[in-house]
């Protein structure tokens, strides 16, 4: 297991937290003097990502600490509950800039300045950027929290975007279409609001240990099926920790061989699991008569 201050995914994260910081900065600076809630919102939004980025590399850190008396099953589950955490903080970020831009839309505003289009522009690209860099990251790291927070910086790209058109709507509209700014904000929080939800439930998911992909399942089964001595499986439990599975195996052998040679062949068949790179991080084997 990789030591947490080296793990690349505490170094991507933590890499987000810092540009996040920053186009929150630039956003709400231009908001505020551009005179663009829809950038104000969207600054809220990085801001809601610099939380959330801090709480993922503390998660990843915590998750990737070795099992211990009290932990025998390792941290790994600090991944998911992380995501759970990441999703709420959506869910009250996309809450704020819907109240902000109900009252932007009632109350009577100037409209938002030509320079505030250049900016959001920016900000898209570096986002996108980030958003694929850190998922594929995830991906390769098998790790819920780190997709978590690169659908994080998707949602500020939506946000970004949508505040983007409403601002040039309300540009190109004149005083008639000065709130198109406030709608953006509007339906910014919404698209914040599903993709909470598309993160909170396959990390729920996690952390009530819901059977992985038939497909680790049967790579797990294909391994040990070749071990010489086993003659069938039976039962193939996977559980998913953080980035790693857990396999409770069922293996059937010969019913007149010894303790001694039934248990060196569930050695064989938990040593081969192990290597196969199907980021197995323990294996239990029952051994059965056939």
């Known amino acids: 297991m990789t030591k947490p201050s080296k793990d690349p995914g505490v170094r991507t ?8 910081l920053l186009l929150a900065i630039l956003k709400g600076g231009a908001g505020i003097l551009g005179n663009s809630y829809a950038l104000i919102a969207d600054a809220t939004e990085s801001l809601a990502d610099v939380f959330t980025s801090a709480i993922v590399v503390m998660g990843i850190r915590f998750s990737l600490k070795e099992p211990d008396e009290n932990h025998p099953y390792g941290h790994g589950k600090a991944e998911p509950v992380v ?15 819907a109240v902000g831009g109900v009252n932007r839309i009632t109350v009577p505003h100037k409209g938002p300045q030509t320079f505030t289009v250049f900016i959001l522009l920016a900000v898209i690209i570096v986002k996108e950027l980030l958003f694929r860099f850190e998922y594929r990251k995830g991906d390769e790291l098998n790790s819920s929290a780190m997709k978590a927070d690169a659908w994080h910086h998707r949602s500020d790209v939506v946000t970004s975007l949508t505040a983007l058109i409403g601002i040039s709507i309300a540009l190109i509209g004149g005083k008639n279409y000065v709130t198109a700014d406030a709608w953006a904000a509007l339906v910014a929080s919404l698209i914040i609001t ?65 303790v001694k040679e039934g248990h060196e062949i569930s050695h064989r068949v938990k040593d081969k699991i192990l290597a196969a790179g199907i980021n197995v991080y323990d ?6 008569p056939a």
């Open 194 to 258: 599903y993709n909470s939800f598309k993160i909170f439930y396959p990390a729920f998911n996690e952390i009530m240990d819901v059977a992985p992909s038939e497909t680790i399942v049967d790579d797990v089964k294909a391994v040990a099926i070749e071990v010489d001595g086993v003659i069938k499986l039976d039962k193939c439990i996977v559980r998913k920790m953080g980035r790693y599975y857990y396999v409770d195996l069922h293996v059937m052998v010969n019913k007149n061989l010894s």
């Open 283 to 288: 294996v239990l084997i029952h051994i059965e």
């Open 13 to 20: 994260a933590l890499l987000g937290v810092i540009i996040n």
């Open 83 to 97: 995501s759970v955490v990441v999703s709420v903080a959506l869910l009250i970020s996309a809450a704020l800039i």
